[in-house]
């Protein structure tokens, strides 16, 4: 029995396309197989920086990224890029700031207090110089209270207290309702036997956000 491989001549001409079709298919044939060699010789990821390296929203993006997942190290760094390729990026300034002190929190919850107090230090000058040039914009003042609390934290942690009530009684000055702050200076006042002001200080707390009072500190207020 013979297998017969190819069309006869009669199956090949039905089969065939019309004569007038057939340089355009060979082009779409052929360019459909450009595509696809393109394709596999292509590294498999691209990323806007390798393409573009001095595009500083790429850069910015990048280091909202890493700021998202905790890396502020490396947030800090791609905001630096993006500042360097835009030297009047505002966003940019403005969470480098945001990583300084959030670097600056990690480094506490670490018990690196020397570093937490350096880096909420650099986020202190960076939201200070931003705000003075943006007019004291409320959304750097707010960034600026956080920094200037947790450089209060930090200074507690090593008994600065002198140190850390200063930095208390700035956050309050940029926002007045800041409970925590308020407690904490309480604190700082009570270590320091100023009870009066500790008092204070808590009676403040429990003002704006009641679920700081307990029964420890109330019977720490009526001792005193």
Known sequence: MVIRLLPTRKQWKKWSLPSKHT?????????SL???????????????????????KAYYNQGIAYGGQGKHDQAIESFKRAIAIKPDYA????????????????YGEQGKYDQAIEFCQKAISKLETLGVQNGNSLAIKL????????????????????LEIEFYQKTISIKPDYAEAYYNLGVAYGE????????????????????LDSPELRKYINSN
């Open 23 to 31: 340089t355009i298919a060979l082009y779409v044939g052929i360019l």
């Open 34 to 56: 450009v595509i696809a060699l393109i394709t596999l010789l292509l590294p498999p990821k691209h990323n806007t920086i390798e393409i573009k390296p001095d595009y500083a």
């Open 91 to 106: 966003k940019a300034h403005h969470n480098l700031g945001i990583a300084y002190y959030n670097q600056g929190i990690a």
């Open 143 to 162: 960034d600026l209270a956080k920094a200037y609390y947790n450089l209060g934290v930090a200074y507690g942690k090593q008994g600065k207290h002198d």
């Open 192 to 211: 320091q036997g100023k009870y009066d002001q500790a008092i204070k200080s808590f009676k403040r707390a429990i003002d704006i956000n009641p679920n």
